[in-house]
């Protein structure tokens, strides 16, 4: 499953059209974001959409809730470092959801290469992003490939990619990226779904 992180899109489900645009666009996974709902409108929000995406067999992942994702059969979470413990989340979780951790420090990497219940790691950020402002750590291209280098996990690169430094983030080694405002700002959501797809994938989604 490991394989569906190439390409994820990362929504609050407040725009359905833009979810549907990325799916054709071509994206590979999807990850729920939303930070200011109660636990019940969270529920709701994630099961539709986790319906939606069951449709066209795309795996939902969840960001920071451990319950939510075990209360929906979610494919997995997503951590960030004040989040539920990793090790927690995978007792929880079983052996077969994906577990991923939020990476703003080497010192992190470090941690995390000393967990064995991971699936991945994301480098937050790579660039700047305007749909994140309390970023504590901007990698770069030099920095993202330095933690491929030292990371026993593979790396997810987010935070600012865009159609312009897509392949460059490729080349350094990224396992695969995680996207929103490439998507959901674009002029042509699709469009710019389907070109990033050929960039991060190299072919053509159809």
Known sequence: ???ALKYCYITDYSKPSLLFSAIKGGVSSVQ???KNLSFKLHYQKAKELKYQLDRFRIPLIINDN???AQEI???GVHLGQLDQDPEEARRLLGPDKLIGLSIESTQQLEAANSLDCLDYVAA????KSSSKQ???TLWGLE???KLVQLSKYPIIA???INLGNVSSVMSQGAFGVAVIAAISEADNPEGAAKSLHRLILGVDYA
């Open 158 to 160: 987010i935070g600012g």
């Open 73 to 75: 059969d979610a494919a």
């Open 124 to 127: 937050s950020a790579v660039f």
């Open 134 to 136: 309390d970023v504590k």
């Open 143 to 145: 920095g993202l490939e």
């Open 66 to 68: 451990v319950l939510l």
């Open 32 to 34: 729920y974001r939303e």
């Open 1 to 3: 499953m490991i394989s």
